[in-house]
């Protein structure tokens, strides 16, 4: 084969007009093509390109779309000779009998110019690579940015007549009514916090923030022990950026076998401590909870690697400890890669049907209140946080500060997860008590102050 005709994009000049011609003679085709409507640069030809350009101006100014409204419209934009001239309109308006198809043509199109995507996407990255004008790490960012934008052109929605919906929901509703209690989605393990959010929903994009030391990290390795030993054996995937999974398997045998987190890594246990540890390795060993400690990721890889678990693991709950710590693109701004995170995050929690658990810092102004009481606008490096999740919460941790309770006893102990956002619920404060030897929250509140909610 001739290696000129091997470097030729693929492209098909005769599908591209028959694409054309079927939004000219078909006035609702912009109602067939749906979620498939193309946009210019589909197109390989320029002048298909000129064309559809003009017939989306003509129909933004609600005119027909036809071969005179077309011609005066590109002769007066001055584009008529770059779109070939009144001849090749002739040809296009006659390049098919019918608008049947044109489903399919757009499927075309739209395969074809994603290919060209992905040819121009790897030779970039050859050349580059090849001139070593970039960090690998620099340059793998870059590249996994543009895939996923690539890859979210391919994902179009359209609005569906509420029926369907109502169906969905009903039948969800009635999955819900045969588990037992309030919760309808994965538990946290904890009585107060499932009454008020109802358990983490699927598809719900959940923050879990906090200044360092509040036990960000801990709290959440809970949630996922609870949602694996509940009666449903929840799979769950932990991404921990920060820690590595001998310190998390640690952590996990202090709070399961119910000894000191200080003993274990000192090696300085008594007889029945080996013999809790031994219990606590076999009943952790059973559940099903996949750690991933890559101390680099994007939201590329992590796309990749869940689509995998769940599809092979099924799990029903994601956690990233944390997103300060996801890789972005290094040429734009810190807080514009987090929001893209986000976004994404959000994207992926929708596509796979589960929840998503992101860890996140505060800022240093929480200290700098009296109360020390966090609040939406803490949330650091990105507001998109806060817009793009269902569910917001906080930990507070009294004894830290040193504030004392109304009587001015001590707090000891006390742990106050704040609900500072959730969508489909109340916002509200659920008591838990944290015990430091251990790391371990535990729903006993007793000797707390009784929690406070605010119904929306």
Known sequence: MNEDIKKIPPHDLEIEKALLCCIMIDEDWDEKLGDMRPEESYFYSKQHRYIYQAMKNLMSNNHAIDLLSLKNHLHKTGKLSDAGGAPYL??????????????????????????????HLSTDSIETAYSEEKEANQLLDKLSGELFELAEKKQRNIPLQIEESLYKVYAQIEEWSKKSGDVSGVTSGYERLDSLTAGWQNSNLLVLAARPSMGKTQ????????????????PVAIFSLEMGRSELAMRLLSMVGNVS??????????????TSLGIAMGALAELPIFIDDSTSLNVLELRTKCRRLKKDKNIGLIIIDYIGLMETDSKIERHEGISRISRALKGLSKELD??????????????????????????????????????????????????????????????E?????????????????????????????????EDRYSQI
């Open 90 to 119: 002739a040809e296009v308006i006659d390049a098919i009998s019918t608008s049947a198809n044109i489903r399919h043509y757009a499927e075309i199109v739209q395969n074809k110019y994603l290919l060209r995507s992905l040819i």
């Open 219 to 234: 709290l959440a390795l809970n949630f996922a022990i609870n949602a694996a030993r509940s009666e449903e054996k929840t």
């Open 417 to 449: 997860v704040i609900i500072g956002k959730q969508r489909s619920g109340p916002t509200g404060i659920v008591n838990l008590h944290f015990d430091k030897k251990c790391l371990k929250f535990e729903d006993n509140i007793d000797r707390f102050a």
């Open 261 to 274: 987190l200080k003993n274990l890594k000192a090696g300085n246990l008594q007889a029945d401590e080996w």
């Open 354 to 415: 589960v929840p998503i658990m992101v860890l996140s810092q505060l800022n240093r102004e929480v200290d700098k209140r009296q109360d020390k009481r966090p609040i939406l606008s803490d949330l650091r490096e990105s507001g998109a946080i806060e817009q793009d999740a269902d569910l917001v919460m906080f930990i507070l941790r009294p004894e830290f500060y040193g504030i004392k309770d109304a009587n001015g006893r001590d707090q000891s102990g006390l742990a």
